[in-house]
Structure formats: structure tokens, C-alpha cells
T-cell receptor, first 110, second 113 residues
């Protein structure tokens, strides 16, 4: 089956750079996605990597290495509003639904 | 505006009662999903549907049921057989070709007393 591992908590200060890692085990691979969820809110899609390399979207970037079954989300110029939980996700074996990691809680302090 | 609505935001029920959570989308998405989230946990897949009148069990389907009679609607019933139903329930949708990018509703927080 599919499984994902990510750190449970990360702390950083405003203006810093933080990297949230995700390792996965899958029977088939259809890409790695990242979602952000503020406390009590709905998850929102951040990025998707289907191929190896870096995808950049503003202050956020996401990286994938399929040979290492590893990816990360890079957040630059951290702001207080970036305090949230971040989830990596991969499709299930059939490629019909997503399986989510347990999430990484990012706390940004001033 | 296109989006997903879930109602109500907070729901209280007595133990032993069935309860149905609403999920409606006007994004014209074919696929819809139900997730359960417990404190400090990730999202666990309950049921999903790729097309009207068809749905599949996710990882934790026991004690839940769904229907998909219309493309826009995917209600979830939490039955009395669900041993620990208190949780945050999230509904999502996507096109069937881009399941990696899902759009989520605001969620329903169910408390069973």
C-alpha cells in the first residue's frame, strides 16, 4: 500500500527559509502533491510534482526525486500567516484518490 | 462563484443516531471524496466517487455510507455502527484527470454525545 512520512512539527522565525520533507512508499507512482491547512480550515492545494525537479510558485517551491522516493516543500521569506499544517499526498494504487501524510505543523514566530 | 459547500459547520448528535452530512459542488467536477480528520492527524479517506451512481470504499469506510445520485451532491451518512464518529469531516472534489489537485469544502465538525 501507500504510506508517507513527514516530520510532525517544524518551527522557524519570520523571514527565514524552512524545508518540510516527505518520504513515500508506493506501489505505483503518479506524483506528489502538497496542501496547506490553517487551524480549523479547509486544506488548499499548493503544488504538484509529477516529474523530478523543482517547481516554483512564488515563495513556495516543491521538489521531487522519484529515485529516492522523496520530496520536499520549501517555504521562503516566511510570514506569520504561513503558520499552518502542511500535508504531502500521493495517489492510491489505482490512481483514483489521494492518500495523505499525517501533516507537519509549521509555527512561525516573530 | 464556484466552490464546495458543506453544511452544517457544527453538528451535535446523540450516540446511536444516524446523521447525514451534506456536500454540494458547482465546479462541474466528476470526482468527489470524503475524508475524516482527527486532532493532530492527517486526512483519512472514507469514500470516493468518480462518477454518478458509483462510489468506492476508502481506507476507513466501516460505519459510513454514501450516495451519488447527482453529479453535484455526495452526502455522507455516519451510522450508529461507527464506533468513534466524533471528528472533522471534509468533502473534496476534482476533475477525474487531475486528482492531485482537490478542492475542499469548509468541513463539518461532528460531535457525538
Amino acid at each position: 500500500g501507500q504510506s508517507l512520512e513527514q516530520p510532525s512539527e517544524v518551527t522557524a522565525v519570520e523571514g527565514a527559509i524552512v524545508q518540510i520533507n516527505c518520504t513515500y512508499q508506493t506501489s505505483g507512482f503518479y506524483g506528489l502533491s502538497w496542501y496547506q491547512q490553517h487551524d480549523g480550515g479547509a486544506p488548499t492545494f499548493l503544488s504538484y510534482n509529477g516529474l523530478d525537479g523543482l517547481e516554483e510558485t512564488g515563495r513556495f517551491s516543491s521538489f521531487l526525486s522519484r529515485s529516492d522516493s522523496y520530496g520536499y516543500l520549501l517555504l521562503q521569506e516566511l510570514q506569520m500567516k504561513d503558520s499552518a499544517s502542511y500535508f504531502c499526498a500521493v495517489p492510491n494504487q489505482a490512481g483514483t484518490a489521494l492518500i495523505f501524510g499525517k501533516g507537519t505543523t509549521l509555527s512561525v514566530s516573530s | 462563484d464556484g466552490g464546495i459547500t458543506q453544511s452544517p459547520k457544527y453538528l451535535f448528535r446523540k450516540e446511536g443516531q444516524n446523521v447525514t452530512l451534506s456536500c454540494e459542488q458547482n465546479l462541474n467536477h466528476d470526482a468527489m471524496y470524503w475524508y475524516r480528520q482527527d486532532p493532530g492527524q492527517g486526512l483519512r479517506l472514507i469514500y470516493y466517487s468518480q462518477i454518478v451512481n458509483d462510489f468506492q470504499k476508502g481506507d476507513i469506510a466501516e460505519g459510513y455510507s454514501v450516495s451519488r445520485e447527482k453529479k453535484e451532491s455526495f452526502p455522507l451518512t455516519v451510522t450508529s455502527a461507527q464506533k468513534n464518529p466524533t471528528a472533522f469531516y471534509l468533502c473534496a472534489s476534482s476533475t477525474d484527470s487531475t486528482i492531485n489537485e482537490q478542492f475542499f469544502g469548509p468541513g463539518t465538525r461532528l460531535t457525538v454525545l
